[in-house]
């Protein structure tokens, strides 16, 4: 039985993002105890044992591995499973391979008597967490997808870099889908409490090439990792790691996420990465930043995107 103290994870999908993620799990000790789920069960055996073998240089932690009986007390399944992006495949290319999945998977963890909070990273993200909002019946504050969360890390890095300025200073945000229609919110960044308007001219024909230079790199960025390793994991990994601590730890930190709109940016009915706050609850609300006429284009471009998709798979 679950003691009132222990945060438990139930990590669903053991390749590159889902170990990825249990080793940044182990190393951060975020969580008292990680279940790891997968259909290759000696597989999540194994990354089980090995993970053990390094609790003696972390933060004490239980895990092992485990089958979908185990999410029914846990606090968090995080969802990495699912078919794999493969060169030239675009996010939206996987939507009727993941739903199919998906179906399956959210079906055996609800099964359980799971009343946690759902954290989904496969891709197409915004999708797959609208189809784990529909497949599970749990509100919508308790279904949150990875979104652009990665994307808007991207963001900062090459930014820092630009301006040679600790990323952990940037404060800048991509919306929009995870994925080809995304876009950059310059109108919403700062270098330490500095708005970027007030440091460089954003009306300047240069200054326009190098910032978009800058956010196509962060766009397209899986391409050029998948053409050179095969998939992206860590940064992923990393980026769902810091989610669960902001739920776990009650952070009410902003994170770009994807959650439900409804009537938020114009839109309804649908996932799409956002600025919101997030806690233990899930998402306690949406962060409606007030977006320039191009950046609202953009958004509602995005939006309509994924819905036409959605149409075709849900």
């Not at 000696?42 to 979908?68: Q, T, V």
């Not at 040679?164 to 995870?178: F, K, L, Q, S, V």
Request: charged share 25%; hydrophobic share 40%; glycine share 8%.
């Amino acid at each position: 039985m679950k003691t009132k103290n222990t945060n438990k994870i139930a990590l669903i999908g053991t390749g590159f993002v889902g170990s990825s993620f249990a080793f940044a799990m182990l190393n951060q000790g975020v969580a008292h105890e990680l279940v790891m789920i997968d259909l290759n069960k000696e597989k999540a055996d194994g990354d089980a044992r090995d993970l053990n073998h390094g609790l003696a240089f972390a933060s004490p932690m239980k895990i092992h591995a485990g089958d979908y009986s185990d999410c029914h007390d846990a606090d968090i399944v995080v969802i990495t499973a699912g078919a794999n992006q493969q060169p030239g495949e675009t996010r939206l290319d996987l939507v009727e391979k993941n739903v199919k999945i998906f179906k399956n998977i959210v079906e055996s963890v609800m099964d359980s008597g799971f009343n946690g909070i759902f954290l989904v990273a496969t891709n197409p993200v915004d999708i797959l967490t609208y189809a784990t909002w529909k497949f599970s019946g749990l509100p919508k504050e308790k279904v949150i997808g990875s979104g652009t969360i990665l994307d808007t890390a991207r963001l900062r890095y090459l930014v820092g870099e630009k301006f040679e300025i600790d990323t952990r200073n940037i404060h800048a945000y991509i919306m929009g889908e995870h994925g080809d229609t995304e876009f950059p919110v310059w109108s919403h960044t700062t270098i330490g409490a500095s708005q970027l308007s007030g440091i460089v001219n954003l009306e300047e024909k240069t200054t326009q090439d190098e910032l978009e230079d800058i956010f196509v790199n962060v766009r397209d960025a899986a391409y050029h990792i998948i053409e050179r390793k095969g998939a992206t994991y860590y940064g992923i990994a990393m980026g769902l790691v810091r989610i669960t601590k902001a739920i776990l730890h009650n952070e009410n930190s902003i994170l770009t996420i994807s959650a439900l709109l409804e009537g938020e940016y114009g839109q309804d009915d649908i996932y799409i990465g956002v600025p919101a706050i997030i806690n233990r609850d899930g998402v306690r609300n949406i962060v409606e930043l007030p977006l320039n006429e191009k950046e609202q284009k953009q958004f509602k471009h995005s939006a309509e995107t994924l819905k036409a998709v959605m149409k075709k798979a849900l």
